[in-house]
């Protein structure tokens, strides 16, 4: 059994947590706010589940999975991830987040800048292209022919397959898109960034789902264009 840290218990962190407990795995959540802050979570959630401070989530975690405003990636802490695998969830959005210069002239990607923050981790950037429902009922089992998959980018042939198999414990393929630079590829407004997952023309985007398999997060990964291109 794998315990699942999570910094970050908003949409995305929460449903990672559902299936991470489908998936036989312990979670530990944290917040910005406090762990008796997500005591309603935790009691949904039930057994298997617990809150903590980020310090304590990032230090319980086999896997942490950081999923905050990008804004915050600074307050992720450094010494508890020291040798794990961080799975990053991030998109930057200037709006809510305040321009980053690095991100607007695209030196330097989301996933790179969590990577610099922790240089002594393994960080793989994965979900963050997924809308929360679609990621929440598109899990299928292994070998299913209806699964879908998702990107995932990293620098450390280790951590990815570790990402892989967490990821086939809660119902997904992995499709590896390369290094961390790669990781622009399924940012926000690129072709792989949501719309693999959704129904074209669905009335309820959230429920109007689609099977995305690797051969479609392909195709989708190889329409990306930069933003300084577009």
């Known amino acids: 059994m794998t315990t699942i840290g999570l910094i970050g218990s908003g949409h995305i962190g929460s449903t990672v947590a559902r ?26 959630l039930g057994d298997g589940a617990r809150a903590a401070t980020a310090e304590e989530a990032a230090e319980a975690g086999d ?51 969590l990577q610099a923050h922790l240089p002594d981790s393994h960080v793989v950037k994965t979900f963050n292209n997924i809308f929360f429902p679609h990621l929440g009922s598109l899990q299928r089992p292994h070998g299913d022919p209806e699964r879908s998959a998702l990107a995932i980018a990293g620098n450390d042939a280790g951590a990815k397959a570790t990402v892989t198999d967490f990821l086939d414990s809660i119902g997904y393929d992995a499709h590896d898109a390369g290094p961390l630079a790669e990781g622009w590829r399924y940012q926000r407004d690129t072709a792989a960034y949501v719309t693999p997952y959704a ?10 789902t689609r099977q995305a398999t690797s051969a479609d997060l392909e195709r989708y990964l190889g329409e990306a264009v930069r933003y300084r291109d577009m």
Not at 199 to 208: K, M, N, Q, R, S
């Open 19 to 44: 299936l991470a407990l489908a998936g036989g795995h312990e979670v530990v959540l944290s917040n910005s706010r406090g762990p008796e802050t997500l005591a309603d979570l935790v009691a949904e």
């Open 63 to 113: 896997l942490v999975v950081v999923t905050i405003p990008l804004k915050g990636y600074r307050d992720v802490p450094v010494e508890p991830l020291r040798g794990k695998v961080v799975i990053d969830t991030n998109n930057y959005y200037p709006d809510r987040d305040g321009h980053i210069a690095e991100l607007d002239d695209e030196t330097t990607t989301t996933s790179e800048l």
């Open 199 to 208: 129904e074209p023309g669905a009335a309820d985007f959230a429920t109007g």
